[in-house]
């Protein structure tokens, strides 16, 4: 009885690890199938995207067709070339056509490509220049500064420059021109000058409106830049008469900080050639040197050339 119950036992168990030869075939099957699939997807991938990419404009075309008309889906075979995405739709209106390619438009995009070479000197030290230079009218409250990302602001009071209702500049405005004319003097930026007034209606033998007064009070700024050298080419004027208030008009307080004149620096400046061209032209202006003309043997007419570039006539013997 031992012997047949241990023979039987025996038979049993012989074939218990057969499992593992199904298996084993299994794992080389499956080996088999990612090595082939491996292999396609080397040498086919190109195909492969090009089959995708097509599909997707078809079906995407037949959706939209399926929106606009409700009608079925007119769409081609398969593309022979593959589909690259249009620049319009990664930035959408944030691309601005150009004859050398695509540029994002600095509007849309601080960070995008701008042309480094029309920059001029950067704001920043030419702040710190005007900080020193004009430390007694900011602490006194007739000057400020602000600066941005595209212009530096230089605020003055017209209090400080003007007489009420009057675009005249005195000698306290030539003296606060003259201490920023020598910090914007040595850079090429763009210069724009900005008017500024209160609510209060002005109606007089002059000026007939803010607006007026506004433009000729930035206008005598301008003047008295370009009498002490900046170029004119760099500069403009803006005139917002009462209609781009700084503070509140319902208080004295706010009106006066809303009657000013601005010397706005932007980042960028006035490219060389344009500056090289203006000199020039300003040369050409210089007046020519005039003789004396004899008119009889006991009297002679002398012109005299003034500082203003005028000229004044006599017969007097003066210098």
Do not use: C
Not at 28 to 33: G, H, M, N, R
Not at 173 to 185: D, P
Not at 261 to 281: G, N, R, Y
Not at 306 to 317: P, S, V
């Amino acid at each position: 009885m031992l012997r047949k119950r241990i023979a039987r036992k025996t038979a049993t168990n012989h074939n218990t690890e057969r499992w593992l030869v199904s298996y084993a075939d299994y794992m080389t099957i499956l080996f088999a199938f990612f090595v082939v699939m491996y292999s396609l997807a080397i040498t086919k991938e190109e195909s492969f995207q090009i089959l995708s990419d097509s599909l997707e404009q078809v079906f995407d075309k037949s959706a939209r067709e399926q929106q606009q008309e409700g009608t079925g889906v007119t769409g081609t075979g398969v593309l022979s070339d593959r589909v690259t995405s249009e620049p319009e739709l990664l930035y959408g209106e944030s691309i601005e056509k150009v004859d050398k390619g695509n540029d994002l438009l600095d509007s849309q995009n601080d960070t995008s490509l701008v042309q480094k070479e029309n920059l001029g000197t950067p704001l920043e030290s030419v702040m710190v220049k005007l900080q020193s230079a004009l430390l007694d009218e900011i602490r006194n409250g007739q000057a400020s500064l602000e600066l941005n990302q595209d212009w530096l602001i230089i605020e003055l009071s017209s209090g400080m420059l003007f007489t009420s209702g009057s675009a005249t500049a005195h000698s306290g405005t030539k003296r606060v021109v003259n201490l920023v004319y020598n910090i914007i003097a040595d850079v090429k930026n763009y210069i724009r000058v900005r008017g500024y007034t209160d609510n209060e209606t002005i109606n007089n033998e002059i000026f007939k409106s803010n607006w007026e007064l506004s433009v000729a009070r930035a206008t005598s700024i301008l003047i008295e830049l370009e009498k002490l050298g900046i170029t004119s080419a760099r500069m403009a004027i803006e005139g917002y008469g009462q209609y781009s208030p700084f503070a509140d008009n319902a208080t004295a307080k706010g009106r006066s900080e809303n009657r000013k004149v601005v010397i706005a620096l932007s980042k960028f400046a006035l490219p060389d050639d344009a500056f090289e061209e203006t000199a020039q032209e300003l040369e050409s202006e210089l007046p020519v040197e005039i003789e004396k003309v004899l008119l009889t043997d006991d009297k002679t007419i002398k012109i005299i050339h003034l500082e203003h570039g005028g000229i004044r006539i006599t017969t007097r013997n003066e210098q």
